[in-house]
Every structure is written in C-alpha cells, then in structure tokens.
Nanobody, 126 residues
C-alpha cells in the first residue's frame, strides 16, 4: 500500500522559508515519480515541482523557479520541497503525490498522479 505523509507547513512571513517533507512508504523512487502540488482557496490544484529518477528529470512551475527546490533522501524514503523567498500568493495546501512510471514522464500535471497525501497548509503573511 502506498502512503504519503506531508509535514512542515506553517505560517511564515513574506520572504521567509519553509521546508516541506513527504514521507513515502510502499514505493521506490527508482520506479515512481514524485510531485508537489498546491491548491489555494477557489483555485484549481496546480503543479509546483516534480522529480523522476527514472527519467533523470526535475520540473518546476514558472511561478516558483529559482525559489523552490525539490530533493529526496533515498535512505529515509522522503522527498523535500525547500521553499525560499515565500510570497503571499504561495499560500495554499501543499500535497505530495506519486505515480509509477514506465515510459512517460508525468511532469507536474496533477491528472497524471495516482497516489496522494492529505496535504499540509502553508500560509504566507504579507
């Protein structure tokens, strides 16, 4: 059974930083792509960043490039999202998700991900 548990969210002032964690079980990063997504009130869920070791790829949404960094710790089976220079528009519930990949790289398209965590709230005050 695949389980994804996010943590690390909270309230931070604009310009601050947070590091989100996604503890994964039931998957191996060599075969699964991992993505971070967010959903703000009244908006659709959007892709933030993804990583696929099988494809050797990482992707970032234009809105977070240069500020967010995705990484993973294979020994801990945990994926991180380091978020710097946070802005009020980054306020959202952040989710991690995973999908088994064979050929196609799912990138940051949320429709292509199968397994989801419950999310962690990030609030950035101005």
């Amino acid at each position: 059974e695949v389980q994804l548990v996010e943590s690390g969210g909270g309230l931070v002032q604009a310009g601050g930083s947070l590091r989100l964690s996604c503890a994964a079980s039931g998957i191996t990063f060599d075969r699964y792509a991992i993505g971070w997504f967010r959903e703000a009130p009244g908006k659709e869920r959007e892709g933030v960043s993804s990583l696929s070791r099988r494809h050797g790829s990482t992707y970032y949404a234009d809105s977070v490039k240069g500020r967010f960094t995705i990484s993973l710790d294979n020994a801990k089976n945990t994926v991180y999202l380091r978020m710097n220079n946070l802005k009020p528009e980054d306020t959202a519930v952040y989710y991690c998700a995973a999908v088994y990949t064979i050929i196609a790289d799912p990138g940051i398209d949320p429709a292509r991900y199968e397994h989801w965590g419950r999310g962690t709230q990030v609030t950035v005050s101005s």
